[in-house]
C-alpha cells in the first residue's frame, strides 16, 4: 500500500503568490483531513471531507483558504493569496469511516508538505 | 468540546531508562484515545488506541497506555527507552462514531546516551 501521499514535499514561494497542495488518499478511503502543524497552535485541523462532500470546514482559517475533493483519489488545498503567517507544515490524512457499531477510524497520515512564504 | 492536554513539552530521558508521557483529556462521555509519533520530518504514525475493554492498552513498539477514567487520563509508558523513540508524541480524543481528533500540543522526547 502506497499511503497518503502528498506534493510537493516542501514548497518556498513569495507573499501574495497562489499556492496549491495536493493529497492522494489510501484506496478505498471515504474521509480525508487536512492539518495545519505551527509551532505556536500545534496540529490543527482545518477541514475534512467524507465521500468527497466537505463535512466540517470551521478550522479553515479565512477566505484565503479553500480546500476541494473532486473525486475519491485527489484533493487540494488552496492558499490564495499566501502570506508569511501562512507558513506551515500541512498534512493530510486519511481514513475509512465504518459508520455505526462502536468502530472508530484511525487516520494515516501522509509526510505533509512543508511550506514557506517569504 | 472535546481537549488535551499534555503537560510536559519536552523530556529528556536516558537510554534504558522508563518513560511515561502524560496525557489528559476533556470529553462528556468515553472517548476514543489515540497516541501518535512523529519523527523529524514524517507524519503522524498511529501507537496505540484505546475505545473500549481493557484499559491497559499494548501498542507498537513496545509502548503501552493506560485508560484512567477517574482520572481523565491516558499516558503512555514505556520500560526501557532505546535511542530511536526519539521523536514528537502526541495524544488525541475523538468522539465515539465520530470522524474528528482533537490533538494535543506533543511532547518532544530526547534520548540521551
Known amino acids: 500500500d502506497a499511503g497518503v501521499i502528498q506534493s510537493p514535499r516542501h514548497e518556498v514561494t513569495e507573499m501574495g503568490q497562489e499556492v496549491t497542495l495536493r493529497c492522494k488518499p489510501i484506496s478505498g478511503h471515504n474521509s480525508l483531513f487536512w492539518y495545519r502543524q505551527t509551532m505556536m497552535r500545534g496540529l490543527e485541523l482545518l477541514i475534512y471531507f467524507n465521500n468527497n462532500v466537505p463535512i466540517d470546514d470551521s478550522g479553515m482559517p479565512e477566505d484565503r483558504f479553500s480546500a476541494k475533493m473532486p473525486n475519491a483519489s485527489f484533493s487540494t488545498l488552496k492558499i490564495q493569496p499566501s502570506e508569511p503567517r501562512d507558513s506551515a507544515v500541512y498534512f493530510c490524512?486519511?481514513?475509512?469511516?465504518?459508520?455505526?457499531?462502536?468502530?472508530?477510524?484511525?487516520?494515516?497520515f501522509g509526510p505533509g508538505t512543508r511550506l514557506t512564504v517569504l | 468540546a472535546q481537549s488535551v492536554t499534555q503537560p510536559d513539552i519536552h523530556i529528556t530521558v536516558s537510554e534504558g531508562a522508563s518513560l511515561e508521557l502524560r496525557c489528559n483529556y476533556s470529553y462528556g462521555a468515553t472517548p476514543y484515545l489515540f497516541w501518535y509519533v512523529q519523527s523529524p520530518g514524517q507524519g503522524l504514525q498511529l501507537l496505540l488506541k484505546y475505545f473500549s475493554g481493557d484499559t491497559l492498552v499494548q501498542g507498537i513498539k513496545g509502548f503501552e497506555a493506560e485508560f484512567k477514567r477517574s482520572q481523565s487520563s491516558f499516558n503512555l509508558r514505556k520500560p526501557s527507552v532505546h535511542w530511536s523513540d526519539a521523536a514528537e508524541y502526541f495524544c488525541a480524543v475523538g468522539a465515539v462514531g465520530g470522524n474528528k481528533l482533537v490533538f494535543g500540543a506533543g511532547t518532544i522526547l530526547r534520548v540521551k546516551s
Open positions: 490524512a486519511s481514513s475509512l469511516d465504518r459508520r455505526g457499531g462502536s468502530s472508530y477510524n484511525e487516520q494515516f
